[in-house]
């Protein structure tokens, strides 16, 4: 069995400042991990994934990702938070190369002016 | 590419009557996942279609529920007869392969009154 597990409802940051979205995932064999963001109204967009390789990787919107073994963990980060990046983000993991995507239950992230 | 897309964006409809759900994904992606998303559940995969072949239907909800994928650029998902609690968002998501990540429609917000 997968799961995920995002353990912040919402995060409430101010533009400029650093924003850390938590997530953590259990999964039998190998973590294939993804970060998505969905805006009002729309469908979920691709942010970054791990598949393998460096731990830290960089994606869409200046978004970069850390993947954590030992802790079991892929937590989403941004230096500097943009009002344009309130959103609802979700951790996604899924086993190897396996079709079936576990999505956690999602973050509200607001970045205040 | 226009990316993945689904009609109609929104439906209202009665309960009882039927209701039909359009995608088209990317072209050349062969694999086609549907999915729910309500703020009690979060997002459900529904079914996965591979090669136009339905891989897995375990998370169709029920009977009322059936999905066809006729060709590599079209599927519906159709709920007869509606009711009350299908009310959601659903999602139509593709991908190049089983193990690469999905790229997701605009969604059809479907109210049942």
């Known amino acids: 069995a997968q799961s995920v597990a995002q353990p912040e409802d919402q995060v409430n940051v101010a533009e400029g400042n650093p924003l850390t979205v938590k997530c953590t995932y259990s999964?039998?064999?190998?973590?294939?991990l993804f970060w998505y963001v969905q805006y009002p109204n729309r469908g979920l967009q691709f942010l970054l994934k791990?598949?393998?390789?460096?731990?830290l990787v960089k994606g869409s919107y200046g978004f970069e990702a850390e993947f954590n073994k030992s802790q079991t963990s892929f937590h989403l980060k941004k230096p500097s938070a943009l009002v344009s990046d309130s959103a609802l983000y979700f951790c996604?993991?899924?086993?190897?190369?396996?079709?079936?995507?576990?999505f956690g239950a999602g973050t509200t992230v607001t970045v205040r002016a | 590419d226009a990316g993945v897309i689904q009609s109609p964006r929104h439906e209202v409809t009665e309960m009882g009557q039927e209701v039909t759900l359009r995608c088209k994904p990317i072209?050349?992606?062969?694999?086609l996942f549907w999915y729910r998303q309500t703020m009690m559940r979060g997002l459900e995969l529904l079914i996965y279609?591979?090669?136009?072949?339905?891989?897995?239907d375990s998370g169709m909800p029920e009977d009322r529920f059936s999905a066809k994928m006729p060709n590599a650029s079209f599927s519906t998902l159709k709920i007869q007869p509606s009711e009350p609690r299908d009310s959601a968002v659903y999602f139509c998501?593709?991908?190049?392969?089983?193990?690469?990540?999905?790229?997701f429609g605009p969604g059809t917000r479907l109210t049942v009154l």
């Open positions: 998501a593709s991908s190049p392969s089983p193990a690469h990540e999905q790229f």
């Open positions: 999964v039998s064999g190998n973590p294939y």
């Open positions: 791990y598949i393998t390789g460096d731990n």
């Open positions: 996604a993991v899924r086993d190897g190369g396996d079709y079936k995507l576990s």
């Open positions: 072209s050349g992606h062969n694999s």
């Open positions: 279609f591979n090669n136009n072949v339905p891989i897995d």
